[in-house]
């Protein structure tokens, strides 16, 4: 089985890539551009997993790609090839070389915050991406199972007697992200129905663990202790709104149910994907603290907080449990316990 992965050089794609690659009998492809950063791919690296197609990964370096990939492609590799979502013609290449038999679309530009200081590019990158990756499969007569990454963002402002939140819950987004977000589920919907595209979209609620980046609020916080505990910076550690409530799930559980969504999951549904908990920021935080003995002074940074911000993310995952049997299995604290562990190495 063939598999291409957008977006496979973040946390959640580089796990991906990992879950499938040990499946057996899946040949794993992903997408990268130049600026694109691989630290997250180290593991597969120092496993020797890691390939590159077409002379360093250059999409446009091999004039026959497909050939390309039948020469240079590893079945006991994670293959990378360099590809732009924005550009159409480097998706249709892409995509008609590959021929994938399933697609798990996660390129996205998803820091909530940049996309107040960057709101066009956030929406272009996403929405547009998802258009010429579509497009590209319709260029050529494919129909692979296509897993679109949502994000619990989309549900937005979300009113006390609505959680927890159910697949039907009115969408509020509160953020150009969550409004590019619900902007490609519809896409995925609009493209189901008028052209019969395999598309199963998950709404992922928080997920966190080893290789979150630096900018999310987990991450921060282990980043920050780390550091501390280290003596490279003084014991105060900064925060922003502590009060609003999350359904943290471990990212090695939830790429675990992007799989099972395209394994089990029914074309043109969307389904709820998170641990039914939720913790407030400052339970996070505190579970963090426990697992250092250096002591610290918790302060807020006015610069941490967000123009709009969603109180409350709770999921009901019922649907997607009763269509899969996909439970999450990595307890809150042992997550919290790899991040922290992760920074201290890298720090």
Known sequence: MRVLITGITGMAGSHLAEYA??????????????????DNLHD?????????????????????????IEQQADPRKVNLIQADMADPSSMKRLVGAVKPQRIFHLAAQSYVPASWNAPAETLSLNILGQVNLFEAIREYGLSPLVHVAGSSEEYGLVYPHEVP????????????????KVAQELLAWQYFKSYGLQVVVTRGFNHTGPRRGQVFVTSSFAKQIA?????????????????SK?????????????????????????????????????????????????????????????????????????????????APTIPFEQTMRDLLDYWRKKV
């Open 246 to 326: 999350r359904d943290w799930s471990d990212v090695r559980d939830i790429v675990r149910g992007y799989w099972m969504a395209l394994e089990k999951g029914e074309p043109g549904e969307v389904y709820n994907i998170g641990a039914g908990v939720a913790r407030s920021v400052e339970e996070m935080l505190e579970i963090l603290l426990s697992l250092s003995s250096t002591r610290v002074e918790v302060q807020q940074d006015p610069s941490r907080m967000r123009p709009s911000d969603v109180k409350m993310l709770w999921a009901d995952c019922s649907k997607f449990a009763g269509r899969t049997g996909w």
């Open 165 to 180: 939140i159910k697949e039907s819950n009115p969408l509020r987004p509160l953020s150009p992200y969550a409004v590019s």
């Open 21 to 38: 690659l040990g499946l057996g009998n899946v040949q794993v492809f992903g997408t990268y551009r130049w600026r694109s950063r691989m």
């Open 44 to 68: 597969l690296a120092q496993a020797g997993k890691l390939g590159f197609v077409a002379e360093g990964g250059n999409v446009t370096s091999c004039r026959d790609l497909e050939n390309c």
């Open 227 to 243: 550091e501390i505990e280290r003596g490279l910076r003084p014991p105060v550690l900064y925060v922003g709104d502590l009060t």
